[in-house]
């Protein structure tokens, strides 16, 4: 558990792209976020109020997160002048870099002398049980893709926003980095122990209220080679009571594997429910999300009525129009 | 890589059953094992000579190998004055126990001292790649499970030995402690971090000759809530050729998930067979492997009968029968 508020380091990122965390706990947990911190040369702004570290501290910032990419794998001095100074003024800090803050000798120092906790979202802290497979009571979503970067983790965020929006019970349950940072707690499936990855998804997801939903951010893909094992442990792990598929229409591969074509929406339902029903023999697949960022809105309005019809579901963008179609449709489960 | 030929140590096993590993390298490996060194009240012998250290020390034995599960996970002081002799008369030491050999201290410096290795054969010691999904040359044969410990292992080796005698090309590929400490090598495929499962199965099957089979250990089962990521690991990352199903016909739920019934060897087809094809079109099912030790003589070969006519392949018994008519079946890839 990261204790939030945040404050949102963007350190000398170079654009937009490279703060894609900062971006994200912007867009999704606003109130998580007293400001952004900017060191000279930084060439991208998430729109919040530009902060120093002192004045952050007065606005309640309890820790100071890592919201961009470094370059190179390694922590700057420049960026450890500004880690350090935090850790002496109280701040823990967090990170979903490759490179670990606890490997860095000077961190680890200044944290220990300063009593801060430094957060390495990559790394599982909790002993994962071996999964049970025992029916949890409460509803539970689960995204799954074509292939993986198909938009799953906004899918699943946009749900939980829309639910939170009309006054029902959510949570939004992140497996992943990002997803992590953005919610302050979670699990890194991917850095987990492969005997207790079904068992870290069952202690994510709990017992919970009959009419409260977990909105699993669903990692990789059944049909991706290098991360399926990761994906069919959510499958199972989570108990889904609803499906939904998601597409990015325009790639020509899955991601990474040149050699490998995506699957279609049809193969991805047939596949992912009946494993599904393993876990759960109620599971439906209850609508899809498409990714069309790299479309035209009338190509992607044709595709997503074409995609409607051909699978008898709803199909939107809940970037381009919204969740609320998603989120009608798990009343029926 | 576990240097070979081993001492077996039982210790001071109660029975039979708790020394699986020794029985699993004698029936397996017999060139593998100079004898077998057993304390006093041991109540177990797995038909080896009995050997002191000195004396296997003559006969050539480099690694004692702890070949039995202790009891209350804890390395007692009688086992330990052997091992630490061990070290010091230039034995390794190799185990697949849970509680691990270097987390104890007076071990670890008696290995230190003399130049010893301690294998745990639970923690990997490589860093696996992420699979790359890259077609490989040579074949691999997978057996897939209706639930958890129904034959795999037992499968692949005996379809191994087989083709060993048979003068074709085949390697055993050990993804479990069992299974390692028989070889000497392997990947403990659970104990693998998430993202690198698929990869360490590519890294265990690499490249080889045309006429080459790998024959995979199994892991877990598609079906097993607990597992069945790690089975999806192997089916993608394998590239299997062939599978082998594998069933135990007696079992009323899988092992260990009291309210989960076990699928039909169909279903099991049905669900790994398209996944497989997935990583390799051209897999094919090729045969079915029984585990018919709680039937009787008359009542196997019924089933038997019943299987192979039903799924229209050659259903065997290979610890009853042999497992000729499997390797057989490998002729038609």
């Given at each position: 558990m990261i204790e939030t508020p945040y404050l949102l380091f963007l350190g000398d990122a170079p654009d937009q792209l490279s703060a894609k965390v900062a971006q994200g706990i912007k867009d999704w947990?606003?109130?998580?976020?007293?400001g952004q911190l900017r060191l000279p040369?930084?060439?991208?702004?998430?729109?919040l109020q530009d902060m120093t570290l002192a004045e952050a501290k007065a606005a309640g910032a309890k820790t100071l997160v890592i919201g961009v990419a470094n370059r190179g794998g390694i922590i700057s001095q420049a960026w450890k002048d500004v880690l350090i100074e935090a850790l002496e003024m109280g701040y823990d800090l967090a990170s979903g870099l490759h490179n670990l803050l606890r490997d860095e000798g000077d961190l680890v120092a200044a944290a220990q002398m300063h009593g801060g906790t430094l957060h390495d979202?990559?790394?599982?802290?909790v002993g994962y049980p071996i999964a049970n497979g025992i029916k949890r009571t409460g509803k539970r979503c689960l995204a799954v893709g074509?292939?993986?970067?198909?938009g799953k983790m906004y899918t699943a965020l946009a749900m939980d926003a829309e639910m939170q929006e009309r006054g029902l019970k959510s949570t939004f349950r992140a497996t992943g980095q990002t997803g992590i940072l953005i919610t302050g707690h979670g699990v890194p499936l991917d850095a987990v122990i492969a005997d207790f990855m079904a068992g870290a998804v069952e202690y994510l997801t709990p017992?919970?209220?009959?009419d409260h939903w977990d909105m699993i951010e669903g990692q990789g893909s059944l049909f991706h080679v290098s991360y399926s094992g990761v994906t069919m442990a959510l499958v199972h792990g989570g108990q889904p009571d609803a499906l939904i598929l998601c597409h990015e229409?325009?790639?020509?591969?899955?991601r990474g594997l040149p050699g490998y074509s995506l699957p279609t929406l049809e193969v991805l339902r047939d596949t992912a429910l009946p494993l599904a029903q393993v876990a759960n023999p109620a599971c439906k697949v209850v609508g899809i999300s498409v990714n069309t960022q790299h479309m035209s809105e009338d190509d992607a309005v044709a595709y997503l009525k074409d995609v409607e019809e051909r699978m008898g579901l709803p199909a939107v963008d809940p970037y381009r129009h919204g969740a609320g179609r998603l989120v009608d449709a798990l009343a029926s489960i």
């Open positions: 947990r606003p109130e998580n976020s007293v040369g930084c060439g991208t702004d998430i729109g979202v990559r790394v599982p802290t074509t292939d993986c970067s198909a017992d919970n209220d009959e229409p325009t790639r020509t591969h899955m």
